[in-house]
């Protein structure tokens, strides 16, 4: 690597690395005093507040990831711009692409690396920082006995139910549908009216049962009363809370989908979701090819004038990130596309200006 790269380099990763650790104070001390009551009234010992910030921060960094790497190429290449050290390097005969290949290969490979700390850091830690505010901090006991709507839960050997509504209470769902899949095929399906658990297995009533080889039906019956021993789901089971989307790893939300899927659900929410898990990290290298001309315009290159542009831009995306999504949930634009929307149109007019950028 040449000694200009490494300066760049160097300059870039010590503003990042600034950037995130003030993102993450200020969020840190912004939310200790929104919540700074509720530690006092329930009595939480300084070790699990320390304990519920810690699995916060994973989060925060991937949060605050785009405005960071946003304001280290605005400040990096304006300072450059601004002490007329980008001039000398031009002089030298290289070009603002040569120069810039470092920063945007670092933006690439911080990309890569948001989206494992995503799917294997942030969301565990999200889902702990959860269940410690929640059970450890407030003191509040799972729901029970509620009714929930569209329950769907997959077992062993590949067995799933799906029903209308479930009440804890009293272990019994209405309108269920259970299905055996195996290799993406349906081999058994069950449907029935209710599914109430009796003594140590549920009772499926008004019941039909198919099976299916090859995609052919080999086997219809109706039952009025029909036992579900086959089933490996507990009353337990079907309690258990499904995690939102956002809060799902990966292959967890794909297999997901493809429960939902085979039940006849909408999906919608759970593909932007699992499209958002690539899209949103990759804007940290889409940025950097926006904001490169931006600041290596000397008229632009004050600390100033930067910080506000980044702010600014930041915004305009979180805004296209949003409305992207509502349209993608509610089935107005096609869920890959309303998760990509905002990169897309910050791709194209980045692009564009570093195409029309002085070299």
Known sequence: ?????????????????????????????????????????????????????????????????????????????????????????????????????????????????????????????????????????????????????????????????????????????????IGKIENNNVIIAVKALKMIWADSSWVLTEATRRVFENDIETEFAVYDTLFGDFLPHTPEVMAHRMKKPRDTRFFELIETIKLKQWMGQDTAKDKVELYLKFSFPFINFIIIVLGIPLAANPRRSGGSVGFGLSIIIIFIYFVLLRAGQSLGNNNNLPPILAATIGNIIFLLVGTAMFIKARK
């Open 1 to 177: 690597m040449k000694l200009t790269d490494k300066y760049i380099l160097g300059r870039f990763f010590k503003i990042l690395g600034f950037s995130l650790l003030a993102f993450v104070l200020v969020v840190i001390i912004v939310d200790i005093i929104e919540n700074i009551d509720k530690f006092i009234d329930h009595d939480t010992p300084l070790n699990l507040i320390a304990l519920y910030y810690v699995y916060y921060i994973p989060f925060i960094i991937i949060l605050a990831l785009p405005v960071a790497t946003l304001l280290s190429t605005m400040f990096t290449v304006g300072s450059l711009a601004r002490y007329n050290e980008l001039v000398v390097m031009k002089a030298t005969g290289l070009s603002l692409y040569r120069l810039s290949l470092p920063i945007l290969t670092a933006g690439f490979v911080i990309s890569i690396t948001a989206i494992f700390f995503s799917d294997f850091v942030m969301v565990p830690a999200n889902h702990k920082k959860n269940q410690i505010k929640k059970e450890q901090i407030l003191k509040q006991s799972p729901q029970r006995g509620v009714v929930r709507k569209n329950v769907i839960k997959s077992g062993k050997e590949g067995w799933v139910v799906f029903a209308r509504t479930y009440n804890e209470r009293k272990k019994e769902g209405d309108f269920v549908v």
